[in-house]
């Protein structure tokens, strides 16, 4: 894959990585895409794969009022709960969607990206198209900051992979995190960190309340993001040239929405 290469002292280096790690930024940051996605409004997502049913229909029901906002996703794509949020950023065009691989990218590609995280009979998941689209359009940005020679998803890469990706956002979604399990040690080190953070107010997340991360819901999450800066996505058309853009195409609230229907069996 044809990458590019930024280093501190250049301009396009990502300001937050400057801003909250200083002299311990990573030295060198290769992508391939469009760089600006990540001065968009950008949220991070951090899950661990054993959620539950329920879990993960509180999840659900944030997704509600986040899908609304213009945001760029950005994280790993890993988890379960991950790889379903991560459809949702194909599925919405108000919705950008960051890969941050912890392979290298001389053998990380967008095709190669899928392998482990949708595999046969995911593969064939319906925003697929979409994403090679999105890839063919240059509408997909992916990061590493591993040597673009590494073949291998190394674990020690993986954990310094989702700490940048929190580092690089605005917030940081957790639907769900046990004790003792990566992803709850991360959301610790985030909360450290001072970045906003929150989760669900499902009880299987009392873990993370008891850490002091905020348990949200469908109501109270828009007001959450507006405060940090976020915006909802607009509906608007320009007189003469009648451009729209982000219209959205609404699902029963009593429904799933298209990116879980059919998809996971609860």
């Known amino acids: 894959m044809e990458y590019q290469i930024l280093i501190p002292s250049d301009q396009e280096y990502p300001k937050r990585l400057s801003q909250r790690l200083g002299n311990s930024s990573?030295?060198?940051?290769?992508?391939?895409?469009?760089?600006d996605f990540l001065n968009r409004f950008t949220m991070a997502v951090i899950s661990a794969d054993s959620i539950s049913g329920l879990a993960m229909m509180?999840?659900?029901?944030?997704?509600f009022t986040i899908r609304e906002y213009d945001l760029n996703f950005i994280g790993?794509?890993?988890?379960?709960?991950?790889?379903?949020?991560?459809?949702?950023?194909?599925?919405?065009?108000?919705?950008?969607?960051?890969?941050?691989?912890?392979?290298?990218?001389?053998?990380?590609?967008?095709e190669s990206f899928l392998?482990?995280?949708?595999?046969?009979?995911?593969?064939?998941?319906?925003?697929?198209?979409?994403?090679?689209?999105?890839?063919?359009?240059?509408?997909?940005?992916?990061?590493?900051?591993?040597?673009?020679?590494?073949?291998?998803?190394?674990?020690?890469?993986?954990?310094?992979?989702?700490?940048?990706?929190?580092?690089?956002?605005d917030v940081v979604f957790v639907p769900f995190a046990?004790?003792?399990?990566?992803?709850?040690?991360?959301a610790k080190q985030v909360l450290a960190a001072q970045i906003p953070i929150f989760t669900t107010d499902h009880e299987a997340n009392q873990s993370l309340h008891?850490?002091?991360?905020?348990?949200?819901?469908?109501k109270s999450v828009g007001d959450y993001l507006e405060n940090l800066g976020a915006h909802r996505a607009s509906t608007f058309k320009e007189n003469q040239n009648q451009i729209v853009l982000h219209e959205p195409n609404l699902e029963p609230e009593n429904k799933f929405p298209r990116f879980l229907q059919g998809k996971l069996n609860f």
Do not use: D
């Open 210 to 218: 008891q850490l002091g991360i905020p348990g949200l819901s469908r």
């Open 26 to 35: 990573p030295g060198q940051v290769f992508y391939t895409g469009p760089l």
């Open 115 to 169: 392998e482990t995280r949708f595999y046969p009979p995911l593969h064939e998941f319906p925003e697929r198209e979409e994403y090679f689209h999105r890839a063919k359009e240059g509408k997909l940005l992916m990061l590493s900051v591993s040597p673009p020679k590494e073949a291998r998803m190394k674990r020690p890469n993986i954990i310094n992979r989702n700490w940048l990706a929190c580092v690089l956002s």
């Open 76 to 110: 790993g794509w890993h988890s379960v709960m991950e790889t379903e949020i991560f459809r949702l950023g194909l599925f919405r065009k108000n919705l950008t969607v960051t890969l941050f691989t912890a392979k290298g990218l001389e053998h990380e590609t967008f």
């Open 178 to 186: 046990e004790r003792r399990t990566k992803t709850f040690a991360l």
């Open 58 to 63: 509180a999840a659900n029901q944030l997704l």
